[in-house]
């Protein structure tokens, strides 16, 4: 059964937010609470979360923190470290269900009562989409859980081993298109494994994967992936980038010819 976590609602979320934002990490940190009186929660679907496992999820995503450079400033390679390391903890002891993790509010509670002072820390911009969870590949926290749940094996040795395949940036590329991809973690698992597998050769790799997700979303008009066996499905996908592969190289050929040429 989910554990159900306090959701923040969003007019108190904005007034939480616009306070928040001009304070220092020092003085968010006196501000972090383990309730708050305009919290609600979902009426069924599983047991209230107890404020002593909230109070253990704060000090475990802190010492993640702490590793990063929390409260100091921090580089990007540290705060990446941080993202894999919290994802990992959240989906692995936060007892979430993807219809409860869903709920927006939940992260902007964690976000907002629970961890400000590293909410805040973690991006300095501290524009309100990190914050408010308007949509949730942009979130601090729920961001975070989505990418582990989603690559989350439980064949493997490291179920998590795939957070390290893919930045941020790329793995938004995918669950943006979650309707279509995003939604099954069979199809995400895949794609990653191929994506890990090929040799870009010094093609850009934005655009390539953008080409490679594309033409898996017209695949999918076609065929239902969640029906094919992980070596269907791997082979299927390899193809797909094995094609993105082979038109984006086709693409620099003429272009590498005529430079040769003038040469």
Do not use: C
């Amino acid at each position: 059964m989910s554990v159900l976590f306090p959701r923040l609602l969003p007019r108190q979320a904005h007034k939480l937010y616009e306070e928040y934002k001009s304070l220092t990490i020092e003085e968010l940190e006196q501000r972090t609470a383990l309730r708050h009186d305009s919290a609600v929660y979902a009426a069924t679907g599983g047991d209230r979360v107890r404020e002593k496992d909230l109070a253990q999820l704060r000090q475990a995503v802190v010492a993640v923190a702490r590793e990063a450079g929390f409260p100091n400033r921090s580089t990007p390679a540290a705060k990446n470290d941080f993202d894999r390391n919290v994802g990992e903890l959240l989906h692995r002891t936060a007892g979430l269900a993807p219809a409860e993790a869903a709920a927006r509010d939940i992260w902007v509670f964690l976000a907002l009562v629970v961890l400000p002072d590293v909410s805040f820390w973690r991006f300095e911009k501290r524009t309100d989409e990190r914050f408010l969870a308007k949509d949730l590949t942009r979130h601090v926290f729920g961001r975070l859980w989505w990418r582990a749940h989603l690559v989350h094996d439980t064949d493997s040795s490291d179920p998590y081993a795939a957070l390290n395949i893919l930045g941020e940036g790329a793995f938004d590329q995918i669950y943006a298109r979650r309707r279509a991809l995003g939604g099954s973690p069979q199809l995400v698992r895949s794609i990653l494994h191929v994506w890990n597998e090929i040799e870009t050769g010094g093609l850009n790799e934005t655009d390539l994967l953008k080409d490679f997700l594309k033409r898996l979303l017209r695949l999918g008009a076609f065929m239902s992936f969640e029906t094919l066996h992980n070596e269907q499905l791997n082979a299927e996908v390899r193809r797909a980038a094995h094609d993105s592969l082979q038109a984006f190289h086709a693409e620099r050929l003429p272009r590498h010819a005529l430079e040769h040429a003038r040469g």
